[in-house]
Nanobody
Framework: QVQLVESGGGLVQTGGSLRLSCGVP????????MGWFRQAPGKERDFVAA???????RYRGTVQGRFTISRDNAKNTVYLQMGSLKTEDTANYYC??????????????????WGQGTQVTVSS
């Protein structure tokens, strides 16, 4: 079973930046829309950002202008550049793949492959 591999999480102070990476094994990356989600303890998994195979993007409102999702098809990797981080951004961040490559879905159910998560902690 394909599983995505995230990296780049860590501890950062308010206002700082982090870049998350997610590698996608296998040959389906070019036809797969990618998304980032996050989940804080005791809360539901929430949509953060998504990108289609032709680089159209979508963000949740609270990260718009601070986070940037991008993809590198040559490296089978999707990135989430996070800036101006706030304490409320603290969560476990997951990348996910949607086989409908042109879809910018914010729904967990649209994604059929997931990573194990990487922790992002923003301290004040």
């Amino acid at each position: 079973q394909v599983q995505l591999v995230e990296s780049g999480g860590g501890l950062v102070q308010t206002g700082g930046s982090l870049r998350l990476s997610c590698g996608v094994p296998g040959g389906t990356f070019r036809t797969t829309a990618m998304g980032w989600f996050r989940q804080a303890p005791g809360k539901e998994r929430d949509f953060v950002a998504a990108i289609t195979t032709n680089n159209v993007t979508r963000y949740r409102g609270t990260v718009q202008g601070r986070f940037t999702i991008s993809r590198d098809n040559a490296k089978n990797t999707v990135y989430l550049q996070m800036g101006s981080l706030k304490t409320e951004d603290t969560a476990n961040y997951y990348c996910a793949g949607n086989p409908r490559g042109m879809e910018l879905s914010p729904l967990v159910s649209s994604y059929n492959i997931w990573g194990q998560g990487t922790q992002v902690t923003v301290s004040s």
